[in-house]
Each structure stands twice: as C-alpha cells, then as structure tokens.
C-alpha cells in the first residue's frame, strides 16, 4: 500500500498524472475538486456553501473539506492505497490527515509537487475553460487561485519535507516525461 499526495497550483497536471498513477499502482483517487463539484452538481448543502468560495477562487474551509474527504476514504477502505489530489492545501489539513490516517494505521508515503511556471498555468487553464466551460477557468479567477496557492503551498511543503516524505517535480515536458519523473521518485521510496 502506498498513499500519496500530489500537489500543485492549479493547472499543473494534476488531474492528468493522478489518472496515470491510480492505473500503475492501482490506487484510489481522492480529489477535493472532484468531490466538490460532486457536491456542487447535486447541489448539497456542502455544494452550495463550497460555490461561494469556488466562484471567487478561494478556498474551502478547512473543517468542511476534512469532514468531506474523510467520509470519502471511510467508503473506499478496500483500495491499494490512495492519491490525495489538491489536498491537504495547508498544514492545519496536514495534520488532521496525519492524524486521520493515524487513526486508521495508514500514513502518507510521499507528498509531489509538480512545479509549472506561472505562465504556463494560466495559458493551460484558458484553455482548458475554452474546452470544458468551466466558471473558475477566466482569468482573474485564475491568477487569484494561483496566488492563493502560492501563498500556502509552502507550509505544506515545509510540513512533508520535515518528515522526508516530499519530492518536487518538474511539471512541464510531456504528459509521459512528467509521469516518468513521478514514478521514479515513488519506487525510490517503496
């Protein structure tokens, strides 16, 4: 078993590289994006109040999206091992994962970073809002959701690096290279 977190503004690929790593190491993914847009989709409680703050790019609370991604795991107990994409997007949600898991006799095994300069993120999420429509991919909504990021990127990193479970990775090249540079940091830690 084998639980990661990938992590990286938006845009940074994510999305693409958690769909290769789930089927090589048969994994389950866990994305909070994913999981909000489910909530927003069926327009539960949860997805009406997440809107709010989605639509601005901001952040979810904490509290709300520890309480959602925890009852996601509790119903994918059976999995290989998981991928926590997106998540956590502070220490305060490093912690209470740590200590989730702990409660569960599991741990995080390594925390990726896939680093994309900040011009080819947004060039990636103009296009992506071209093709899929969606309100959080213009352009103010974009540099905000990268700032906001930025802003608390680094005490999450800081919060793997110190128990020596992070690696960064370059996240521009092609979908296999970036992939490629994403498994050999895994083996070197499985």
């Known amino acids: 078993m084998i639980n990661l977190v990938l992590f990286g503004p938006p845009g940074s690929g994510k999305g693409t590289q958690s769909e290769k790593l789930i089927q090589k190491y048969s994994l389950a993914h866990l994305s909070t994006g994913d999981i909000l847009r489910n909530e927003l989709k069926q327009q539960t409680p949860l997805g009406k ?14 509290e709300e999206v520890i309480a959602m991604l925890l009852q996601t795991l509790d119903r994918q107990n059976h999995a290989n091992g998981f991928i926590f994409d997106g998540f956590p997007r502070t220490r305060e949600q490093a912690r209470a994962l740590r200590h989730a898991l702990t409660d569960k006799d599991m741990r995080i095994d390594l925390m990726i970073t896939l680093d994309v300069p900040k011009k080819e993120l947004i060039k990636r999420l103009l296009k992506r809002g071209q093709l899929s429509g969606r309100s959080d991919d213009e352009l103010s909504v974009i540099e905000n959701r990268i ?11 800081d919060f793997y ?14 979908i296999d290279e970036i992939f490629a540079r994403i498994c050999a940091v895994i083996e070197a830690v499985k």
């Open 49 to 62: 109040k997440a809107k709010a703050y989605m639509d601005k790019g901001e952040l979810v609370p904490d």
């Open 147 to 157: 700032n906001v990021y930025n802003e608390q990127a680094q005490p999450v990193i």
């Open 161 to 174: 690096d110190k128990m020596h479970k992070y690696a960064s990775i370059e996240g521009t090249g092609t």
